[in-house]
């Protein structure tokens, strides 16, 4: 059955086996208005997560802004959008928006073009446009075919919690006044889902009687709110933070302030960022997140950057990557990562062998256990077909690992290695997303140097390689855990996952175009990494690489990583047992993940997020009447930060013809990213 003849016919079908009162809308639920909104969102997310992953490293999955955008944009419509058609639109924008990181175009990509022919045994890597298109379509449909089979374990079967997944679903269901979506979950082992800074608790038992009412109005409240003044809010807040990333192009020292000083400004780096899209971000984020960064910005920059730079250890300028300081520092950082996703890993590893033991063991006499069968609610017709799985499966190895051969050679890596790089991206993506479904978080950048230490081994010496093949590992893992935030989210609102399969196909699709556009334009601009772009994850990849070649370490730091790992997976343990009795002070505990990007990007980024961070935390403790389910908030925070990602395209072509800045005032040389002076 063609795709566009399927999504004709849905809109005639009914769920069978519902009550009247329990019908599913007959509405179309794949339509062209849902994919089209979906696309240009995602498009504007993809500009945005490039833009910021090769400032900062940290990109946003977005999926509960898209769903919250996309029901703004379809007021504008004669016929607005079903629940059904914003999960599309939520799904679509999410495929094309989280491409810049499946693809690697913020870590991979920069790190094969800072490659040293003397210290790697490779000169420089840097792709054309077309080969940047043909290594995005090797790894952009992996983990859309791996999602459906993962769907029915981890979503079905097991009814893993997805907090963001089911905050959106709860959104959702606000927006359209609908009954909220039935969150409650089956008793299992394990921990539960970290409380997070979402929408509203998404693992919570349905209210108490008493207090159904007033969530209820709370609800109806929320929902007036948005659609009176939601456009109006989105409107200024993206204006705003549009504004001012256009003054900071033209006066460089908008965005660099030293606001300690103009000597710890230049020598040290300790300057303040006002951008109004790292506040949203960390509206987004919330304050314990914020906070934890916060807390490794001051051991990285105000501890050992100092330490190790007056101790002769980094005897280079601060802030150089090889000998000053910052790159002393990034080993800490690695070592930190690496001991918090592997600790947060153990017990998903465990957990999934035992009830790998009990469902694929010897059945018990008079077991009565649930089968996929009986707790699948969907229809065959609205499901992906096994086969669909299989094909895709077996064509996205096969087509990615001849374009990974094609764009790198045979000396960047061997077809073997690549496979085996898939092989273990699916391995992978099992654990990243058992994870995502129990603590909101994809560890992704762990289950990457997973695969660089295995790579080490099976093609040991090869750098090009190391990089590649754990990029194409991390690509499956990353992709399938943010898709199946969508999925829950589908599943919750009863949309059909099939509609949901092919708008991820299609955004991934065009975001192979896009990302690889506007990366190539970026390049043209810019020097990534540079003053402007440093893309700290791509010296994390690279670090990585070279360490596991030749073992050289920087003066010193081998004993700083192990300390700082040891306290670190400790923390992680504690935060992981913690989870496990659902204790309320479990978010308070520092994220290493968090505490590492505060050690890799310099302090100006992680100070304006704190802001936002703070503003999210007081907003919620004493204006929002509705606790967490305050969305105002959300919409302006989204303005924020799609602001400065879409009105980064005018500085970008700005750039390409030559128009410079008009002042540099204030900067008195050396303080602004980029300074001529």
């Not at 959106?168 to 009954?179: E, F, G, K, N, W």
């Not at 996703?341 to 063991?361: D, F, H, M, Q, T």
């Not at 997973?450 to 590992?473: K, R």
Request: net charge negative; with cysteine.
């Amino acid at each position: 059955m063609g795709l566009w003849t399927w999504m004709s016919r849905l809109g005639e079908h009914r769920w069978c086996g519902e009550t009247d009162s329990e019908a599913r809308s007959t509405q179309a639920e794949f339509t062209f208005k849902a994919v089209a909104i979906g696309l240009i969102i995602g498009c504007l997310l993809c500009f945005t997560n490039l833009y910021f992953g090769l400032q900062t490293g940290w990109i946003s999955m977005m999926s509960l802004q898209s769903a919250l955008i996309g029901f703004l944009l379809s007021k504008l419509l004669p016929t607005p959008l079903s629940p059904q058609e914003i999960i599309v639109v939520q799904t679509t924008a999410v495929a094309t928006g989280t491409m810049p990181l499946a693809a690697g175009f913020v870590g991979i990509l920069p790190a094969l073009g800072l490659l040293e022919e003397e210290k790697d045994g490779s000169p420089p890597i840097r792709l054309s446009w077309l080969a940047a298109v043909g290594w995005s379509c090797s790894v952009a449909f992996f983990g859309v075919f791996l999602s459906p089979p993962i769907r029915k374990q981890v979503i079905i079967k097991e009814q893993l919690a997805f907090p963001s997944g089911t905050a959106t679903a709860q959104l959702i269901s606000v927006l359209h006044r609908m009954p909220p979506p039935d969150t409650t979950l089956r008793r299992r082992s394990g921990y539960r889902a970290i409380d997070t800074e979402d929408l509203t608790h998404p693992t919570a038992i349905i209210d108490e009687p008493e207090h159904h009412q007033d969530v209820i109005e709370a609800d109806h409240d929320e929902r007036d709110v948005v659609q009176r003044e939601g456009w109006e809010d989105l409107l200024l807040s993206f204006l705003a933070s549009g504004a001012m990333t256009l003054a900071a192009y033209f006066f460089p020292i908008v965005f660099a302030i030293p606001l300690f000083g103009k000597y710890l400004a230049r020598e040290w780096l300790w300057s303040f960022t006002p951008s109004l899209s790292y506040v949203g971000q960390g509206i987004i984020m919330g304050f314990p997140t914020t906070l934890s960064m916060n807390l490794g910005m001051l051991v990285g920059w105000g501890i050992l950057s100092p330490l190790s730079k007056d101790s002769g250890w980094a005897p280079g300028p601060v802030g150089d990557m090889s000998t000053g300081a910052r790159g002393w520092i990034l080993w800490i950082s690695l070592a930190i990562m690496c001991a918090d996703s592997l600790v947060s890993l153990l017990p998903v590893v465990y957990e999934y062998c035992i009830k790998l033991a009990v469902w694929y063991g010897p059945a018990k006499s008079g077991d009565d256990a649930e089968t996929l069968e009986d707790l699948e609610v969907e229809t065959a017709d609205r499901l992906v077909p096994t086969k669909w799985v299989i094909y895709g499966l077996i064509g996205s190895i096969c087509v990615g690992t001849i374009l990974v051969w094609i764009v790198f050679g045979n000396d960047g890596i061997k077809p073997w290695a690549t496979l085996i790089g898939f092989m273990m991206g699916g391995l992978l993506s099992i654990l990243g997303v058992r994870a995502l479904g129990e603590t909101d978080l994809n560890p992704v950048s762990g289950l990457g140097k997973i695969s660089q230490l295995l790579f080490a081994w099976i093609q040991p010496g090869n750098v090009v390689a190391n990089i590649i093949a754990g990029g194409v590992a991390e690509a499956g893992a990353q992709q399938a855990g943010d898709l199946m935030q969508d999925l829950k989210t589908g599943h919750l609102i009863r949309a059909s996952p099939r509609a949901q399969f092919y708008g991820q196909l299609i955004g991934s699709s065009l975001s192979i175009i896009v990302s690889a556009t506007a990366y190539t334009l970026y390049q043209r601009a810019y020097t990534i990494p540079g003053p402007f772009f440093p893309a700290p994850t791509a010296y994390v990849w690279l670090s990585l690489a070279r360490l596991l070649r030749d073992g050289q370490l920087p003066q010193n730091s081998a004993s700083y990583m192990v300390l700082f790992a040891i306290i670190f997976g400790v923390i992680a343990g504690v935060k992981v047992m913690a989870a496990q009795r659902n204790h309320p002070y479990t978010k308070w505990i520092p994220s290493g993940v968090a505490f590492a990007i505060g050690f890799l990007n310099t302090p100006s980024f992680s100070l304006a997020r704190l802001i936002g961070g703070i503003i999210e935390f007081i907003y919620h403790k004493r204006v929002a009447k509705s606790g967490g389910a305050d969305i105002r908030l959300i919409v302006i925070a989204s303005g924020f930060v799609l602001g400065e990602g879409v009105i980064s395209v005018i500085s970008l072509v700005l750039k390409t013809y030559g128009v410079g800045v008009a002042s540099c005032w204030g900067c008195s040389g050396g303080i602004c990213a980029g300074c001529p002076a």
